[in-house]
């Protein structure tokens, strides 16, 4: 099968797999968008993209998690604080290895 005709089949079935007007139109933008690259794509490439996704996703987290704690007092809400302290430990973990992964792939 053609790279071309490739494109096509998995643009068709992300297309039916779903109803969301938003995402479908998203799936057709990026299905005729110009691939910047040097070389061919391929997993790694593919791989790098989703890695930088997943990590600006873990970064917004983080962002809000920052902010709540902020916003929560330490003594007065002892458990909580700790709780979101925990998360923010794990998220900012999980940022680094994504950021790391993402690397690797170029």
């Not at 079935?13 to 110009?34: C, F, G, K, N, W």
């Not at 873990?58 to 809000?64: D, K, P, S, V, Y």
């Not at 002892?78 to 993402?102: D, H, I, K, P, S």
Request: glycine share 2%; proline share 2%.
């Amino acid at each position: 099968m053609a790279a071309a005709d490739q494109i096509d089949s998995w643009s068709a079935q992300m297309l039916s797999a779903t109803d969301d007007e938003l995402v479908r139109s998203l799936i057709t933008a990026l299905a005729v968008e110009s691939i910047l690259s040097r070389k061919a794509p391929d997993a790694g490439y593919a791989n790098q993209h989703v890695y930088r996704l997943r990590e600006v996703t873990t970064m917004r987290r983080i962002a809000e998690l920052k902010s709540k704690l902020q916003r929560t007092n330490p003594l007065e809400e002892v458990t909580e604080y700790n709780r979101m302290f925990g998360e923010l430990v794990a998220l900012e973990q999980t940022r680094r290895q994504l950021r790391e992964l993402a690397l690797e792939e170029q």
